[in-house]
């Protein structure tokens, strides 16, 4: 039994007195290794596959009203009672002050609840649509009276919350993050002001796409946001006919008969450039939110909502809601199935005695061989092939490469030609530096913790913890420091090592995050804590000498009750780096970093640390770390990961009994282990 307590600044570790106390680490350690691999397995679909659902804020609810509102979908009954209880959720997604926030555990944000208070009033039948269809924009039958009530009391209480007057951090936590697409949206429902862009007439934005120089020099900004810029372009010529000044200085240009025809092709390649992107599964970019955006622009373009696409577009964001506790429906973020079925794979594969044959994680297997893209790549959520990007293909990669090495032959020689072309694919998409972005290979520099909400949403840069990710999986494919590819990444990563020794990470807020990725790389290359270089290779005495000053990092901000911890303070501050309440998943980063490099698995820091673990279980037997540190955007948007909850302590409980293991068969070793009599009074 464990008894964790929650606090404001971390998970106390302090235990009553019980029998476990006296139970030696060793054997605490498998008891609870042995009920984390169950906890993991559970939680596994009937499809093989792993996915979690990740509940952001009210946006993506309020999204899924305005898709079924302006495209027509409303009109169906199951739409509209999924609507309803879409809605129930979103009216528990708020601030004490009555705001909606970004995150939990963030500042009530403008934009969010501009965004849900409009599409509250849509569901309630509040606001009259201007549109051909009337009908589309009616009251929600399946909204009973007391919800109903409910909604309206939400609605009272954030427009009291806006009509706060904010000073300092606290204003700039509430501003609007997305003006222009809440303003366009909006402006597709009711007239709006719309401040002049060129930029996003669909004739400039066509004429862009058609011209091979302006294209050239677009592919180095972020795919994320050239994918959206065809959409927005729609959105904008919908928002702008029906604004004031719009109308007429449209019906001004429409006399002429050239205009008329630029707009009907313009508006034509940007559909059709829409529809192409649409994946297998009917999403676009494995997120339901980008999915709505675009089947909304392909609505105002006059594709029918009983079209194709918008079916499809339908059913994916269908098949990302889940049920809730409040009795209300979810839509998760993205949906991630290829990444979270990577990490379960390779967290399981990492056990002794594991074999990728086992009837548990074999289909699993089967399934991310069978998510390949045809370019060689892979995507954070399955039949996404036209999404593929580099980090996804290195972590699945990795999977692969150790499914390959601990199954039979017939398995070894299905995944080989998998793991062949990912290869191929990551080492096309290096960029100029050496490093990795997610997408494209980007020409502009980086420096650590240096990406403001400008550059994240501009341009895709290179980072440490992108591009060791991508190393480890090159690695277990085979690759060493022999291959060019090999030393030029690690020495990009090297490049973008802190002053305090350890790396930011931009898909998760801080610095403990990505010193462990890139410890975890240098280890799968050889460099070892125990083993310094002769000399002979004066690169791997530099990168023996970083992961030193890595693993100083880590150890200087070990908390005192053996755990670590970060918030997403260190995003916008180095000072923060490695500060905060101990957490699981960051005591879960630290070990597993400090095991892989060969610290001793038998000093006072590592014990300390898997201590503080095992006492930070529920009394389930699993942990729960509810802090919302995945990144969407650094210093803005960030999001809770509970797969990670299950993997990353399973992880650290994996290698430190490995190290053990080590120990008692090689003694004389560099281990560095306490005798096995030896018990510990956790």
Known sequence: MTDAVATQGGISSERAPSRTNWMSLEDRARRAHGAATAHLLEQRHSSAAWRQDLDLCALNGAFYVLFLHLTGLIEDREAAADEAKVVRHMINQVNP????????????????????????QIALGSVEGHTQHSGWFTANESIDNKLRLRIERCIDRARNAMRIRRSGSARRAFETDFRLTQNLLKGCIEPVSLFPRFHLEPEFVAWILRNRTATAIARHTSTLTRRMVPSHSILYRSAVRRSPVGKKFLATLGRLPAWRRLEARSLRELTSLIASWQNENGGWFYSPLYTMINAIALAESGVTGKSGVIHRAHRYVRSAMFSTADGGIGISIATPDVWDTSSAIISYLEQAGRRATDPEIRPSVEFLLASSGQNGGYAWGSRSSNDTDNDSTGYALRALAVAAKTGDRELERALLPAVSSAVRYLNDRQDCRGGFSVWDPCVFPVRPGSMSFGMQKCFDLATADTTARVLTGLGAAGLTWQHLPVRRAVHDVMRLQHRNGGWWCRW????????????????????????????SDSFMAEAYHAMGRGIGFLLAHQNKDGGWGESTRADINDRYAGIGGSRPLQTAFSLVALIGCEFPAGSEEIERGICWLLNARDPGGKWSDDQAIFTLFARTWYYRYPLYNFVMPLRALTVYLRAIDIGAENPDGCDGRVPRTYFHPC
């Open 97 to 120: 002050d009555g705001g909606f926030y970004k995150y939990p555990g963030s500042p009530s944000s403008r934009g969010v609840s501009n965004l849900s208070l409009l599409a509250l």
């Open 508 to 535: 998760c807020a801080g610095y403990i995050p990505g010193t462990f990725f890139v410890l975890e790389a240098l280890a799968g290359f050889g460099v070892r804590q125990s083993a310094p270089p002769d000399g």
